[in-house]
């Protein structure tokens, strides 16, 4: 797999509480935008990151924005 799956069209808006979080980058995770083990074998790894405060977030789900984990409005592009 070279490219990722585009989970969606557009990002996931969410409020999301300090912790660490593994955004899934292959497009194939059930539980988007988050990581859930469907990338083994593509080649592609997840992106962890760290939340330090409670804040909202626009997550990328196309999958191919250019300030993963987050929406950059690449979406747009494709």
């Not at 990338?39 to 977030?57: F, Y």
């Amino acid at each position: 797999m070279e490219k990722p799956k585009i989970a969606a069209g557009e990002p996931l808006k969410k409020m999301m509480k300090p912790g660490s979080y593994f955004w899934c980058a292959c497009g194939l995770s059930a539980s988007q935008p988050f990581c859930d083990g469907s990338h083994v074998g593509t080649g592609i790894t997840p992106v962890e990151t760290r939340i330090e405060e409670e804040k909202e977030v626009y997550w990328c789900m196309c999958k191919h924005s250019h300030s993963k984990p987050f929406c950059d409005g690449t979406h747009r592009k494709l």
